[in-house]
């Protein structure tokens, strides 16, 4: 609104003007009264007194010409603050539809995902893992036993990591009370913990309360950390990782505020990827950038915000806060 208190100012100072204008006029006219009454002749008086009247007259056109000018100025403002603020208004609805249209975009793209996740599970269990077993079948009956073993062997290794990605794509669903053990198990499952001594914790504060969150937020929430931990173990070559959750500082809605800190002692990255990641530029991640951008996308959609720290030999730490 500061533009409009210019034209403002300007109006007030003509009104002043104006009544100014009005008030100094009374005394001109009894100057004149003045000095005709010093006439003598009669004929000089009634002279005199048209002229004056032909003055007054003279100065109450003008007066009235700037009142006139004076409301079309004034109408001339109303109106175009008018307008200015339509526009203000037209453009702050279209502002609000784009970020409206873009939230949408963002929750059918996680939807889409999720549905593409089903499918490609439902189909892994259902054609490859049972074309496996059929071929542990056959190998069971070959005559070379050292080499149906190896068979053997192999597709078992096969169907398991079939199986382990099935999981992957379509955990079992998650509730409140399950959400630290169903993490914990993935964790297991993507590191091979413990068998393979990668040494992989869950720790969560007693004040998170998980049951704040919907079945639609605790999945995004369970997707954030399962993309963190796919990374973890194909890029940074770690021994052990965290997962922290611990109670967000949001003023009177504190209850469903969230903090999640998941940290690997693995060999990190530069910082200026780091800083590149944290600014949402994804392409010079290379590999990690699909699960890099999987965490900001999900974590947009609960509302929050990722950022992410490391050196390299220092390992990484991304922080998500939701």
Avoid at 90 to 99: A, T, V, W
């Amino acid at each position: 609104m500061k533009r409009f208190f210019l034209p403002l100012a300007f109006c007030a100072s003509l009104c002043v003007l104006f009544f100014s204008c009005g008030t100094n006029s009374r005394p001109q006219n009894s100057s004149h009264k003045k000095n005709s009454e010093s006439l003598p002749p009669v004929q000089s008086a009634e002279e005199h007194i048209l002229a004056l009247e032909a003055k007054n007259i003279a100065l109450e056109e003008s007066q009235k010409k700037f009142f006139n000018y004076f409301v079309w100025l004034f109408g001339t403002i109303v109106a175009g603050t008018g307008i200015l603020l339509a526009l203000n208004i037209r453009q702050n609805k279209r502002k609000d539809k784009q970020i409206l249209n873009s939230e949408q975009f963002l929750r059918y793209s996680i939807e889409g995902q999720e549905a593409e996740r089903k499918r490609i599970s439902q189909e892994l269990h259902d054609s490859i893992a049972q074309n496996m077993r059929y071929v542990l079948l056959l190998a069971e009956n070959l005559g070379d036993k050292d080499a149906a073993k190896k068979i053997i062997e192999a597709q078992n290794q096969n169907i398991e990591s079939v199986r382990r990605l099935c999981y992957n794509l379509t955990p079992p669903s998650i509730e409140a009370g399950d959400m630290i053990q169903s993490l914990a198990l993935l964790g297991q499952k993507i590191f091979d913990a413990p068998k393979s001594g990668f040494d992989f914790r869950v720790v969560c504060e007693p004040c998170v309360d998980f049951g704040a969150w919907n079945a639609t937020q605790l999945m995004n929430i369970y997707r954030i950390v399962q993309e963190a931990l796919q990374n973890i173990q194909k890029h940074a070559k770690a021994g052990e990782a965290t997962v922290f959750f611990k109670r967000g500082q949001g003023g009177e809605n504190v209850g469903k505020t969230l903090k999640i800190i998941i940290t690997d002692d693995g060999c990190g990255m530069e910082p200026s990827l780091a800083r590149q990641i944290n600014a949402g530029v994804f392409d010079t991640a290379q590999d990690m950038r699909f699960g890099l951008r999987n965490i900001f996308e999900r974590a947009s959609f609960l509302g929050g915000r990722v950022e992410c720290f490391s050196d390299l030999g220092a390992g990484t730490r991304i922080v998500v806060e939701i």
